[in-house]
């Protein structure tokens, strides 16, 4: 059963991870509260719901930090965030960097996501 909560989970940050919701917004919508959806994504996963979210999302905002463009206020809005510095704050509490220098970085590493 959590294996099926899980991969349901999954498949809805899928295809609404650039919105703002959140992992109550998806727990309600699976019928469940945020920590039955927590406990079963832990044991299925290794990884609570929320972990599971913020992952999905730093990998999206990576991936786009790798190319020249879009702008980074662009990125923020294409990702749900309301205002750059929200998205700003995110990914500085991610990596430990602004978006700007973990651009940089990943372009002067060559790196492609």
């Known amino acids: ?47 609570t719901a929320a972990d599971l979210l913020t992952e999905r999302k730093l990998h999206a905002a990576r991936a786009a930090l790798a190319e020249p463009k879009p702008s980074i206020q662009q990125i923020a809005k294409d990702l749900g965030y309301a205002t750059p510095a929200y998205f700003t704050r995110f990914i500085r509490g991610q990596t430990g960097l602004p978006p700007s220098r973990l651009r940089q970085q990943t372009r002067s590493l060559g790196l492609r996501l």
């Not at 295809?15 to 079963?40: C, E, I, N, Q």
């Open 1 to 47: 059963a959590a294996r099926r909560l899980t991969r349901r989970y999954m498949h809805m940050i899928q295809g609404g991870f650039r919105t703002a919701h959140t992992m109550g917004d998806y727990a309600r919508a699976l019928d469940v509260t945020p920590t039955h959806l927590t406990r079963s994504c832990k044991s299925a996963s290794g990884m």
